[in-house]
């Protein structure tokens, strides 16, 4: 499997190094023989929309998934930061959770925008893809914790930009396990390093935590970026361009390209201090 960035996130004691692959914005569309004409021509459409080098998404996923499986050793996880369906439909939902229960690799996923519907087919409340997507999102989309013994991977669903009173005091419980988080996130944290960038392609919109965010958002920005945090590393999607830059001083903040265009990152969990600069 080619990777297009590998990355290293340093731990403090960990007895073994882990490995873990970052994908996000899969944008397929799928379509079942029983669903209705119009269903499989809109996700013809799409399929073509999001056609790049005449690969379309859901070859490109089906691809990644059986690389994966041929890695040794395995990774340990791969995180899917959304966007991974194009549209809120449960011919979609249904493909996902076969393929993925389907792996011998764990795969931990939170919502993108494009699954809670948001896009399309205008579902205001981006909670409706929940039932659909739970088998496939630690029975809970909203906000998981998988925990790793000497780390924890935390999932939260920003992807409408929002944070609930739930999802905030869910996380601030987590802050205060003590043990380091990798964080996973549809929509990245606005931070100095992106949102230059960020404002020139899209806007505000593609950023949590931004000025014109809601109270719950900022706070929620505010927990992560904090000293106390434990936070140690943030993983997004969402932008359909890739970004690393911190969120915090000597804390990074990682965003992946779609999964149609190619990308993979490779994340390297580590205490060892090998290569590094005094
Ligand atoms: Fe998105």
């Given at each position: ?7 290293v ?23 079942r ?18 056609k ?24 340990d996880?791969?995180f ?39 896009y399309?087919?205008?579902i205001p409340?981006?909670?409706?893809c929940y039932?659909?997507?739970?088998a ?20 939260v ?11 905030l ?19 990245p ?36 970026k ?13 932008l ?15 965003v992946?390209?779609p ?6 990152r ?13």
């Amino acid at each position: 499997m080619n990777y297009t960035e590998d990355v290293v996130v340093r731990l403090p004691g960990l007895a073994r190094s882990y490995t873990f692959l970052h994908i996000s914005d899969a944008h397929i569309a799928y379509a079942r023989d029983c669903d209705s004409d119009a269903e499989k021509e809109f996700a013809a459409k799409q399929t073509e929309r999001w056609k790049l080098h005449a690969v379309a998404p859901i070859d490109a996923f089906t691809s990644f998934l059986s690389d994966a499986e041929t890695l040794s050793p395995k990774p340990d996880a791969v995180f899917m930061a959304g966007d991974c369906t194009d549209y809120y439909s449960e011919s979609n939902a249904i493909f996902m959770q076969k393929m993925l229960q389907k792996q011998s690799i764990e795969y931990l996923y939170v919502p993108g925008n494009h699954e809670g519907g948001s896009y399309t087919s205008h579902i205001p409340d981006i909670r409706a893809c929940y039932p659909l997507y739970a088998a496939v999102m630690q029975n809970a989309p909203a906000f998981w914790v998988r925990d790793f013994g000497a780390f924890l991977v935390v999932g939260v669903d920003d992807s409408d930009r929002n944070i609930t009173d739930g999802q905030l005091c869910k996380m601030q419980r987590v802050t205060e396990d003590g043990r380091p988080i990798l964080l996973l996130l549809h929509i990245p944290l606005c931070t100095p390093a992106n949102r230059e960038q960020i404002m020139q392609v899209w806007g505000p919109s593609f950023m949590l935590g931004a000025e014109d965010s809601t109270k719950n958002a900022q706070r929620f920005s505010e927990l992560v970026k904090a000293e106390n945090s434990h936070v140690a590393a943030i993983f997004a999607g969402h932008l359909h361009f890739a970004h690393t830059g911190e969120f915090a001083p000597g804390r990074m903040q990682y965003v992946s390209a779609p999964l149609f265009s190619g990308f993979i990152r490779h994340i390297t969990v580590t205490s060892d201090m090998a290569g590094t600069e005094d």
